[in-house]
């Protein structure tokens, strides 16, 4: 369900007729443009009771969403109970409305009417909208419905358009996920992944790393390169990842090959980039190092040596994390990575050249030093304290 904000639904929405309740609708949208969200309500809240249809239905649903997104589940589904309109409509505006009672209702624990409005939207759109065949598949199973579930999704998988169901089996699958049940959510999202060509990349994608995380490196293998291959071996991410793959499980020469496949896709993939510059770090090769750092400063061209020394910091590369930061410091005479290059020393065992390098940056300015030379102060006195 994607969630639509007060600003948004009133920026965008269509103007269709004339009248009264239309100017003062756009009133209503300048208010919001000028942020006087308190002073567009009212407005609203005055177009609600205006008797002109189609403005009553807009400022209804509007003042839902608005209420809805501050908490105030009591005005929220008065205001889209109106649109609603006890279901004498299947309009857009009411399946949308719907779907946000049908929220209302679950956070409330009210699995009653929850139960009823989604299963209102599903016969009001003949079973054809995936996002509510989802959500009610997944309701029942929330609410110990099995049977309802799996009645509901057997209906729904006999399906011929097959990009439902993958998107069906995609969704349960992620819902299980959520719900730390990997073996069913590794079964819907094997059923996803063979439904249809179109959810080889995003269930390949799940599964791949279902696989890494149960150490299973030849089933994890098997999806990225298929997902590659489903992808004609050009997109950049997935080419990426096989690098990554390649290097967690130390096959150097191909994690290069696919980094380098990576870059050629997309150069600026910086993840990529920044995984090839590891690698070329790692083997002291100059010209390579040089290269790819070179294309990185294309993407930062201000502050790259700072930013590698905090990522480096991050991975625990504190090797690499020192160079980068000392390249800020005397390249790009950053006093700010003195703070970060203080801290990387206090925190690898040399505390007095950490203390020196903050206190440079304290009497160069550089926000927050101050506080942070008090803690490591603080913590190198606590530190002397215990060992005596």
Do not use: C
């Amino acid at each position: 369900m994607k969630k639509l904000l007060l600003v948004a639904a009133i920026l965008y929405g269509s103007v269709l007729s004339f009248g009264d309740a239309k100017a003062d609708y756009e009133s209503a949208r300048k208010l919001v443009q000028n942020n006087k969200i308190s002073d567009a309500v009212k407005v609203l809240e005055k177009i609600s009771t205006s008797g002109e249809k189609e403005y009553e239905t807009k400022a209804n649903f509007d003042l839902g969403l608005y209420y809805f997104q501050n908490k105030d589940n009591v005005k929220a589904k008065k205001y889209l109970s109106a649109v609603w309109n006890n279901g004498t409509a299947a309009t857009p505006e009411a399946l949308e409305a719907a779907k946000w009672l049908h929220a209302i209702a679950t956070q409330s624990k009210n699995t009653a009417e929850a139960q009823k409005y989604i299963e209102w939207a599903d016969k009001s759109t003949q079973g054809k909208d995936i996002d509510i065949v989802s959500s009610i598949v997944i309701f029942y199973y929330e609410n110990k419905m099995d049977a309802k579930a799996q009645e509901r999704y057997n209906s729904a998988i006999k399906s011929t358009d097959k990009n439902f169901v993958a998107e069906l089996n995609y969704n349960l699958g992620q819902y299980y996920i959520e719900k730390n049940n990997i073996p069913k959510a590794k079964k819907y999202l094997q059923d996803s992944y063979k439904a249809s060509p179109n959810a080889v990349v995003p269930a390949g994608f799940l599964l791949s790393q279902i696989a890494l995380s149960e150490k299973d490196n030849a089933t994890a293998e098997k999806y990225l390169l298929e997902m590659s291959k489903a992808t004609q071996d050009k997109n950049s991410e997935i080419l990426g990842m096989l690098g990554s793959y390649y290097i967690g499980v130390n096959n150097l020469p191909k994690a290069e090959d696919y980094l380098k496949k990576s870059i050629t896709a997309d150069s600026k993939n910086s993840d990529s980039l920044l995984m090839l510059l590891t690698m070329y770090e790692s083997k002291k090769d100059t010209a390579n190092i040089n290269s790819i750092y070179n294309k990185l400063k294309t993407i930062v061209p201000k502050g790259l040596n700072k930013e590698l020394g905090i990522t480096y910091a991050g991975i625990g590369n504190a090797e690499l994390s020192e160079k980068y930061f000392q390249k800020s410091i005397n390249e790009d005479k950053d006093n700010e990575s003195k703070m970060f290059l203080g801290q990387l020393y206090f925190l690898t065992g040399k505390q007095t050249e950490g203390i020196n390098l903050v206190k440079e940056a304290v009497n160069a300015k550089v926000k927050g030093a101050d506080e942070v030379l008090k803690q490591m102060q603080s913590a190198g006195n606590k530190s002397t304290s215990t060992k005596k």
